[in-house]
Nanobody, 126 residues
Framework: QVQLVESGGGLVQAGHSLILSCAASGRTVSSYAMGWFRQAPGKEREFVAAIKWSGRNTYYADSVKGRFTISGDNAKNTVYLQMNSLKPEDTAVYYC???????????????????WGQGTQVTVSS
């Protein structure tokens, strides 16, 4: 069983920064990619960012492009999300995800991942 554990969430004022971390533990597997999603109250879970380890390609939602940066260490199955210039609309529970398989659906879909963390709350006050 693979467990993903997120950390780094909290309450921050608009315009400020936070960094989220996610580490895999348990029966670790060599992942194909890892990503971040978020879910605000009353809304569906949405894609935020992803990193494909081969070539270290990164992908971002339009809403966070230029403000968020995903990075990580494949050997340690660890991924980070640096969030700058935070806005109140970034308030959500942020989830880490990992996949060992390159699903056709792609990395922007929740069905493109095999493993999920429990989530960490990020609240941005205005």
């Amino acid at each position: 069983q693979v467990q993903l554990v997120e950390s780094g969430g909290g309450l921050v004022q608009a315009g400020h920064s936070l960094i989220l971390s996610c580490a895999a533990s348990g029966r670790t597997v060599s992942s194909y990619a890892m990503g971040w999603f978020r879910q605000a109250p009353g809304k569906e879970r949405e894609f935020v960012a992803a990193i494909k380890w081969s070539g270290r390609n990164t992908y971002y939602a339009d809403s966070v492009k230029g403000r968020f940066t995903i990075s990580g260490d494949n050997a340690k199955n660890t991924v980070y999300l640096q969030m700058n210039s935070l806005k109140p609309e970034d308030t959500a529970v942020y989830y880490c995800a990992a996949t060992a398989t390159a699903y056709f659906i792609g990395l922007r879909s929740i069905t493109g991942y095999d493993y999920w963390g429990q989530g960490t709350q990020v609240t941005v006050s205005s």
